[in-house]
């Protein structure tokens, strides 16, 4: 049973429509059929994903075109979920490397492009949307190869070929004088220069796994390439732990793909990407071997987290109106299974057993996994993120991000000031014809923590951030964090406003009126420098006499709302945030207002 494969990963940054391609290659390929209703972005199955337009998790699907079976693996695009790329591209023999005709190279692109080529994968660029108005195909190929240059490609990689792409609209061409048509040059590219699979169907059961998941009918599922030999439902395989166990185990059922459908197979051979189910201990990393002749493959090396954060139990007065699972044994049993699924994260426990560090990647992956657990019913406070340090020959190092800036012309100098502040180092700066620079800084981690509020507030919601972890570098020294403080409220009750009206003058408030609040809630940020304890809950004296114009409507300015991000972001190493499934609120550590008192006396003794 032999089958010709091609194994393929398609790498893009955020938005460059990596997805949208993948949905027009299904199509294309005859995978739907003629009257069956297929969803835009089909890959995109998590609903975080579909809200936000992004990746997060790697996902699997199958074309078949002229007697070949090619897997295609949608990768995610932000270097915060670098543990899933550096898994998918063990699977995978090259990479499509979707670049934004408009908006060429960004800082994601980089990221993932550079573990490709360390991988020793040859790209295929696709220069996709090259019909959107203003687009540059030939500027942003030349930008590709400066970048394959940069990131020190070898002479084969950099002699990658080309294809020109509209996803949206369904057609790709060698040439971009050609005629619009169909996918076909595509295709017809992925089987010139996409390697066949290693390996051979007659040597000993090799399979490493790369991604697992659960299934309440069959278990736990094992995701990975067959790297040598054949499998067959109900063998008896080993399963060789990271450290080394080997396990007796028993395939019950094998999955193979159909564009996006698992459908079951008796047997997958050398080069194939397949899903196993039988095996309970199944972990990320592992091999799946022979059991006569049991051989490991080498272990998935995954980049260290950069940032870390305390998950607490949520002990405000508020605590259990919301959720569903809300204690300690709970919160530990999510970060637990999610730590099991997730290679670049870790879990710590600390002195406290109602506390938890959460090690990750960046700001946008811890967020992403407490909006999945809000989602789910759980309730839990979490602190501000921490960056994670390192010492390297006695030399204090930090995790150091590159930086995409696009901004009007405009502000650009208060935003260069503001990075400035914040220890960046401009290492590059072009000025676009359409009244737009884009400005490109390497940014300590911790400086970027809380930049996103005040840059839309800078550049008036117009300027563009991306970023990602570009490398270590030596301590860059103290760097200014939060410079206003917060309106605190003193007592629990509901707010009024008439309290509220009065408060509009000493800053910029979070809630309207109506809102449930407790003591030690953080209700707006102070025009000053200092925290200021305010009353929300207090309503107008009542007299029998009037004044003119004293009772006019009130005109309350509308409340600064925070998304999750913004929050994490906007809060102080003496705050949390409490997030249950219907509210994010911000509130101090200690809600009681002698308890801080004795925190900011030690702190300052």
């Known amino acids: 049973m032999s089958i010709k494969i091609k194994n393929i990963a398609i790498i893009a940054h955020v938005d460059h429509g990596k997805t949208t391609l993948v949905d027009a290659l299904l199509k294309q390929s005859g995978t739907f059929g003629e009257h069956e209703k297929v969803d835009e972005r089909v890959m995109d199955s998590n609903d975080l994903e579909k809200e936000r337009g992004i990746t997060i998790f790697s996902k699997n699907a199958s074309i078949h075109y002229e007697g070949y079976k090619i897997n295609i693996v949608d990768t995610p695009g932000h270097a915060d979920f670098g543990g899933e790329v550096q898994r998918i591209l063990k699977m995978v023999d090259s990479v499509l490397l979707l670049v934004d005709a408009f908006e060429g190279v960004m800082p994601q692109t980089k990221y993932v492009l550079k573990q490709a080529l360390e991988h020793g994968l040859r790209p295929i660029v696709v220069i996709n949307k090259i019909d959107r108005p203003n687009s540059d195909p030939d500027g942003v190929v030349d930008s590709v190869f ?6 020190g490609a070898n002479d084969l990689q950099l002699d990658f070929p080309v294809v020109y792409a509209s996803a949206k609209n369904g057609f790709a061409k060698i040439n971009i004088e050609d005629e619009d048509k169909d996918m076909k040059p595509l295709y017809d590219m992925i089987l010139k220069h996409v390697e066949d699979p290693d390996g051979d169907e007659n040597e000993p059961l ?3 796994v790369t991604n697992t998941e659960y299934d309440e009918y069959v278990g736990k599922l094992g995701t990975g390439r067959i790297y040598n030999g054949k499998i067959k439902k109900n063998q008896e395989i080993i399963l060789i732990k990271r450290d080394g166990e080997l396990v007796n185990s028993k395939v ?22 397949i899903t196993i189910a039988g095996i309970d201990k199944i972990d990320i990393g592992e091999t799946v071997t022979d059991k006569e002749n049991p051989r490991a ?8 987290p950069t940032l870390a954060m305390t998950f607490l139990v949520n002990d405000s007065p508020f605590a259990g109106k919301d959720g569903k699972y809300v204690t300690s044994r709970n919160l530990l049993e999510r970060l637990t299974k999610e730590v099991n699924h997730n290679v670049s994260m870790r879990l710590e426990m600390t002195d406290s057993p109602d506390a938890f560090i959460v090690k990750g990647r960046g700001e946008l992956q811890l967020s992403i996994l407490l909006e999945n657990m809000r989602r789910e019913g759980y309730e839990v406070a979490v602190s501000k993120p921490e960056v994670i340090y390192k010492e390297e020959n006695g030399v204090k190092m930090e995790p150091v991000e590159l930086a995409i800036i696009d901004v009007a012309d405009e502000f650009v100098g208060v935003v260069i000031e503001k990075l400035g502040l914040r220890k960046g180092e401009m290492i590059n700066m072009a000025q676009g014809s359409d009244g737009y620079t884009r400005l490109e800084f390497k940014v300590p981690s911790r400086g970027l923590i809380g930049f996103s509020n005040e840059f839309l507030t800078e550049t008036r919601g117009t300027g563009i951030l991306n970023h990602s972890f570009y490398e270590y570098e030596p301590y860059k020294g103290d760097v200014t964090g939060r410079r206003k403080g917060v309106l605190i409220a003193l007592e629990p ?11 509009q003058p000493r800053g910029i408030l979070f809630i309207g009126p109506g809102v449930e609040v407790y003591e030690g809630m953080i ?15 207090k309503g107008k004296k009542l007299t029998n006499m009037r004044a003119a114009g004293s009772d006019d409507a009130l005109k309350l300015a509308p409340p600064k709302e925070f998304t999750l991000e913004l929050a994490l972001e906007y809060i102080a190493d003496d705050e949390l945030v409490e997030i249950t499934p219907n509210n994010i609120r911000l509130r101090k550590k200690y809600l009681n207002g002698n308890e801080r008192k004795k925190y900011e006396n030690s702190k300052n003794s």
């Open 146 to 151: 400066d970048l394959f240059v940069d990131l």
């Open 206 to 208: 090799q399979m490493l």
């Open 252 to 273: 019950s059922r094998i999955y193979g793909y159909d564009g996006l459908k698992k459908i079951e197979m008796d047997e997958a051979v050398a080069g194939d990407i």
């Open 297 to 304: 493959l080498p272990l998935i090396d995954i980049d260290e």
């Open 493 to 503: 009750g509901t707010s009024i406003g008439y309290s509220l009206n009065n408060l």
């Open 523 to 537: 209700v707006g940020e102070h025009s000053r420098e200092n925290d200021l304890i305010v009353n929300v809950c």
